[in-house]
């Protein structure tokens, strides 16, 4: 629903000869890619039942519970003020934004669907045929990026940890009032 074409590198026919299916969807959000190493959520969540409905303060409170989820795993994350998204290091950190998880919903009278991808042990190549969420002055990266920059050691269950690490954080988010 907010993708532009101009933001796909290459043609639907040329992402097809890549195996790569393109697919359009109504959510919020801009283009962006999924393939496996990736683990990805859609909530389904009545915000109306939840005092008061503020989807901003929905996007915001996914962020925290990726970010909490992201320390457990050992690498450090934050938000970036005026893009929804989740980005690998803290504050200040060199260089241009690192983009960790990318967040796209859609609501249907208060209910939300849709969610995110969090990049666990996805090839990032296939982000260099789009420009992922519209935003050209990011590098995409992923919790087995991350960890190596930091000198980490290869996890061969990192995949698992990842899982269980977010589904504990979401529950404790949504064990709270999120809106």
Not at 100 to 116: E, K, N, T
Not at 142 to 149: A, C, I
């Amino acid at each position: 629903r907010g993708s532009h074409a101009e933001n796909l590198r290459l043609r639907p026919e040329e992402l097809e000869a890549r195996g790569i299916d393109c697919f359009e969807v109504a959510r919020g959000g801009d283009v962006t890619y999924h393939a496996p190493g990736q683990l990805v959520g859609y909530l389904v969540v009545d915000l109306a039942a939840r005092s008061r409905p503020d989807v901003g303060r929905f996007l915001r409170g996914i962020e925290e519970a990726l970010i909490a989820a992201l320390a457990d795993l050992g690498v450090p994350a934050r938000r970036v003020p005026g893009r929804t998204g989740v980005f690998a290091g803290s504050k200040g950190s060199p260089g241009r934004d690192r983009k960790i998880a990318s967040i796209g919903i859609g609501l249907r009278g208060w209910v939300s669907w849709h969610g995110f991808a969090l990049n666990v042990g996805v090839d990032l190549a296939g982000f260099d045929c789009i420009v992922p969420c519209g935003l050209p002055d990011v590098d995409m990266t992923s919790v087995e990026v991350e960890r190596k920059r930091s000198g980490e050691v290869p996890d061969p269950d990192l995949e698992v940890r990842a899982r269980l690490r977010v589904a504990d954080s979401f529950r404790q988010w949504l064990g709270e009032d999120p809106a």
